[in-house]
């Protein structure tokens, strides 16, 4: 079941610019959790982009620079402000979140669709 909601995806020329958003589509409470965004590319498994929790943030090397993950608590929700985006950006986007102390995430989206093409 799905407790998280992404939007924002869409078709970008290179060197543009998207912002992703992730809100609870339930009742359940994320603003305590780690919060992330992973994306899989076609033939790709799918890998970690940013995460946040307690203001710490972080990012995988292939985003840095490019990437900004922040959230909001009062709105239960997390974003992904994506610039400069390459071709290589083109994935299935999906917002994530864990409870503090667990290995496994407790909430996924269902994804978003990223594409960077001239």
């Known amino acids: 079941q799905a407790h998280l909601v992404e939007s924002g995806g869409g078709l970008v020329q290179p060197g543009g610019s998207l912002r992703l958003s992730c809100a609870a589509a339930?009742?359940?409470?994320?603003?305590?959790?780690?919060m992330a965004w992973y994306r899989q590319a076609p033939g790709h498994g799918r890998d970690l982009v940013a995460g946040?929790?307690?203001?710490?943030?972080h990012y995988a090397d292939s985003v840095k620079g490019r990437f900004t993950i922040s959230r909001d608590n009062a709105k239960n929700a997390v974003y992904l402000q994506m610039n400069s985006l390459k071709p290589e950006d083109t994935a299935v986007y999906y917002c994530?979140?864990?409870?503090?102390?667990?290995?496994?995430?407790?909430?996924w989206g269902q994804g978003t669709q990223v594409t960077v093409s001239s």
């Open positions: 994530a979140a864990r409870q503090r102390g667990w290995t496994e995430y407790r909430s």
């Open positions: 946040i929790i307690d203001g710490i943030t």
């Open positions: 339930s009742g359940i409470k994320f603003s305590r959790d780690f």
